[in-house]
């Protein structure tokens, strides 16, 4: 995109000037210049922000997101004080502080102190048998307003089941959790939904340009969205949904 751009300075209709006190280097545009970089950035803008293209522009983004793995590096710290603690009869402690954050050194083992805390009392924290690290990773738009958060949520400490599994849903306002969002996302994984650009698509029928119109279409349409989750259903069971409703369905005939 970079280079696009570059290529468009000194062409006809646009050009490099500089504005203000300051004087600050800015791309002016002629209405032709203009349409020429709207042609040229199309392919780059989410369907979030389309509408400051020009009309003939739009629904062009073609950009697929490549997701990884994140891996964890140590990094170099300052370490701006070490405080040696009471001494116990026997424990030998130290308060490393390292840019804000406290480490506690106990006969040679270190205990990193988070400055995050469990809202609703010390005692949540040891005694609740469960415990959620709830966060916000993305804000939802449609067109300029916001219709919702996209939200992280993390098992840190489960004792009735394995702990540090997390989910990742749509939470929308005055509606909740969308059970619709969790159907796109899941389809998308096991290939029951198909992406082609921006387009969701369910077999050979198209339901929308974008995650939010492709959410829209399951809410106005409950039998393509029932069709979806139900093949989600026998694909996680294994078959045995279906299996159970067609053996309902052959005791429903006998009697």
Wanted: net charge neutral; no cysteine.
């Amino acid at each position: 995109l970079l280079i696009h751009l570059r290529t468009l300075v000194g062409e006809e209709g646009v050009k490099l000037v500089e504005l203000g006190r300051d004087r600050k280097a800015v791309m002016a545009f002629t209405k032709d210049g203009t349409d020429r970089f709207h042609a040229l950035i199309a392919p780059y803008v989410h369907p979030s922000m389309e509408y400051k293209l020009l009309p003939q522009y739009r629904g062009r983004f073609a950009v697929e997101p490549s997701f990884t793995e994140p891996v964890r590096l140590p990094v170099p710290a300052d370490v701006v004080s070490v405080t040696e603690k009471p001494r116990t009869r026997s424990m030998q402690r130290f308060d490393i502080e390292v840019e804000g954050s406290h480490n506690f050194l106990a006969d040679g083992v270190v205990v990193h102190n988070s400055p995050e805390v469990t809202p609703g009392g010390r005692a949540l924290k040891f005694y609740a048998s469960v415990r959620l690290d709830v966060r916000r990773i993305e804000t939802l738009k449609q067109g300029q307003e916001t219709v919702g958060i996209r939200v992280r949520a993390k098992v840190v400490k489960n004792k009735v089941a394995p702990p540090f599994r997390q989910a990742e849903f749509d939470l929308l306002y005055g509606t909740g959790i969308s059970k619709e969002g969790d159907l796109i996302d899941i389809g998308t994984e096991m290939n029951f939904l198909t992406r082609s650009g921006t387009w969701y698509s369910f077999g050979d029928q198209r339901i929308g340009q974008g995650r939010e119109n492709a959410r829209e279409f399951l809410r106005t349409h409950p039998d393509v969205s029932g069709a979806l989750e139900q093949k989600i259903r026998e694909a996680l069971s294994g078959g045995k949904i279906k299996a159970t409703v067609a053996a309902a369905s052959d005791d429903d005939e006998n009697e």
